[in-house]
């Protein structure tokens, strides 16, 4: 019911289409959602979710899965990450690959909804460690429409593979086309 709720409002109402399709059978990966340029792109990552069916997730400090809000956020795919320990992002979110069945990880490798020159890294590192491929996503404003690329295995060679994905990208508007990433 709440998957039809999703349609009505994101293809009628809001005028947005899905176009491509994530291949279930890849239980873990990242999945790289670019450009971010607004808050809006929350909610539509929800609603192309939720339209989807399969099960997303995110990474954020442990403090915000405390009480009263931290089964709000599990939910909602969010998995705490402990950041005071001394191990390295990298490796603590390459850990939770491991402990778990299913995790496909959504990051904005621009890192902010500023305008950025380039990426950060972090993602790429995480799929090598983890041995996950990376999931393209487009959120087409200009278009109206949320892009799913294939999966793409990291080879380990980071210019070239950055340059293959981002090619993913060319001619994709963000919420706020200045801020948006150019390839």
Not at 55 to 65: D, G, N, R, S
Not at 148 to 175: E, S
Request: charged share 25%; aromatic share 16%.
């Amino acid at each position: 019911m709440k998957r039809f709720i999703y349609k009505i409002i994101f293809f009628n109402m809001m005028g947005w289409r899905i176009k491509g399709k994530m291949d279930p059978e890849i239980k873990k990966c990242i999945i790289i959602v670019v450009p971010h340029t607004s808050w809006h792109d929350f909610y539509i990552g929800l609603f192309a979710r939720g339209i989807i069916g399969l099960e997303m997730h995110y990474v954020a400090k442990k403090e915000l899965f405390k009480f009263p809000f931290g089964f709000y956020f599990r939910w909602m795919g969010g998995a705490p990450l402990d950041r005071s320990s001394r191990q390295n992002t990298v490796e603590a979110i390459a850990e939770i690959f491991k402990k778990r069945a299913i995790f496909r990880l959504a990051i904005a490798p621009e890192g902010t909804r500023k305008k950025v020159s380039d990426w950060k890294t972090g993602f790429y590192y995480i799929a090598l460690k983890a041995e996950v491929p990376i999931v393209p996503v487009a959120f087409d404003y200009s278009k109206k429409e949320v892009i799913l690329h294939d999966a793409f295995y990291p080879t380990g060679d980071i210019q070239n593979d950055f340059l293959l994905l981002k090619n993913n990208y060319k001619g994709v508007v963000g919420r706020i086309p200045e801020y948006g990433f150019e390839v």
